[in-house]
């Protein structure tokens, strides 16, 4: 199967064209081989000019070669690899023959510069095995790995130094981020805890997942690819995983900032990811109510946004100059406490929720819905979208809202007691647009 004919491999949407001269369609078809060929050579000379270009300003003889060497190896292995059709130990012998050549650049390469790194060599392997990758392998596949090599060679000193962030609790949190996801969520019952608890082990973990996710791509982002920007970043990403919790750090920040300004502006940011972190939440766990609250949600984040870029064009006018948080502590979100507090939060809402709904309707579950958002409202909106209560989308929806209506209240008023006092003006500026426009929508839907 190894040494199948090319056109038992080689797919049709790449070597199959459409053009379209004067209104007539013309359709050409290319042989197999003739592609194979192209893209072979075009692979090649392209991961050969970068591993020229990476080593630019290195001494001549770092390398073993230059672009056109390893086109050529691209090249030879097109040639063993079409040549040898039922043939498999033509091929194999030219990988040989190709890694004893690398091996004695190797060896020379220890000898004379006592340098023992093999990056070159492997590019000069995989140059050699493009071949039957492209003939064998869809084009995305091909494409990825190609890509992949260039993005690698080419920031070499960029991963030395996001590598350097690292210390022993990243990978312990690494480890514990799989087993949430990969180890406990499989092994849990897709099965209701009770007639009333409307929601499965499953669920409730599938949920703790998803936030823990969300939260560990913002802390990422934050620790290691903008450990030291602005307020403005901060707002961005901590309003993946709490915008209240990133509204406090930045409010008590604020007070010793010559400008409130920027910090008024991340902290609406912050409630902007808000919305579009419940939208993503509803699209998951509920699609049809996540496509009832896009229009709102999606605005709501858009207006916020707006909000937050007119706070910081003004702050910037009035001061002239952009403060940077420098050494902000980053927080990690997997703590197992947390994700369990989640959990345990998660089945209380679900058993209170459908009390309310049962006794009181929806009317009760709106006063709940305003309740509960003095706290973190993530679980109990998770239970609204997992949940199986007898109440409609647009009853759904109006609870939502209402719960981040009175989270933003709150929050407003953590940055009034937190911040300064130059704060105050401008956080009440940006909030008041994004809350008059969630009451206007509670009062047209109600």
């Known amino acids: 199967m190894f040494f199948c004919p090319m056109s038992c491999y080689f797919r049709p949407e790449i070597r199959n064209f459409t053009i379209t001269m004067n209104g007539i369609p013309w359709h050409i078809d290319l042989p197999p081989a003739l592609m194979l060929f192209v893209l072979t050579l075009v692979f090649s000379l392209l991961l050969g000019l970068e591993l020229r270009q990476h080593y630019r300003n290195e001494p001549p003889g770092t390398l073993y070669g230059t672009d056109r060497t390893l086109t050529f190896i ?71 790995l190609v890509v992949a090599v260039l993005i690698l060679v080419e920031r070499k000193s960029y991963l030395r130094r996001l590598t350097g962030r690292f210390d022993e609790d990243e990978f312990i949190t690494l ?46 982002i934050r620790r290691f690819i903008y450990p030291r920007q602005g307020p403005l970043i901060t707002g961005l990403l901590g309003g993946l995983y709490s915008s209240t919790a990133t509204g406090i750090v930045l409010a008590k920040r604020s007070r010793e900032a010559a400008d409130p300004y920027p910090y008024a502006s991340a902290i609406v940011l912050a409630t902007g990811m808000m919305f579009v972190r419940i939208w993503v939440l509803a699209r998951i766990f509920n699609p049809p109510a ?66 309310v709904v049962t006794h009181f309707g929806y009317k009760g579950l709106h006063l709940l819905s305003f309740v509960v958002g003095v706290t973190d409202i993530d679980p109990f909106l998770l239970s609204l ?26 929050k407003a008023g953590y940055a009034l007691w937190f911040g300064s006092r130059d704060l105050r003006k401008p956080v009440l500026a940006g909030f008041a647009p994004v809350i008059l426009a969630q009451v206007l929508w509670l009062l047209i839907n109600a």
């Open 74 to 144: 691209g090249l030879l292995g097109y040639v063993l690899y079409v040549t040898g059709y039922g043939k498999p130990w033509v091929y194999l012998a030219g990988l040989l023959v190709v890694a004893a050549f690398l091996l004695v650049y190797y060896v020379e390469k220890i000898r004379s510069r006592k340098q023992y790194g093999i990056t070159t060599i492997l590019v000069g392997l995989l140059t050699y095995g493009l071949a039957p990758l492209i003939d064998t392998q869809p084009l995305w596949l091909v494409v990825a």
């Open 175 to 220: 480890a514990k981020f799989l087993l949430i996801s990969g180890v406990i969520l499989p092994l849990l019952p897709d099965r209701p805890l009770a007639p009333q608890i409307p929601v499965s082990p499953f669920r409730i973990w599938a949920a703790v997942t998803v936030i823990s996710g969300i939260s560990y791509a913002g802390y990422l």
């Open 290 to 355: 996540g496509h009832v609250l896009s229009l709102p949600l999606l605005n709501l984040a858009a207006l916020a946004a707006l909000s937050a870029w007119l706070l910081e064009r003004y702050g910037r006018r009035r001061m002239k100059t952009a403060e940077k948080i420098n050494g902000t502590q980053v927080n990690n979100p997997l703590e197992f406490r947390t994700a369990l507090l989640f959990a345990l939060l998660f089945v209380v809402f679900s058993l209170i929720t459908e009390y």
């Open 385 to 410: 979208f997992t949940g199986k209560y007898a109440i409609g989308l647009s009853v759904l929806a109006g609870a939502t809202l209402m719960a981040t209506l009175s989270n933003n209240l709150m």
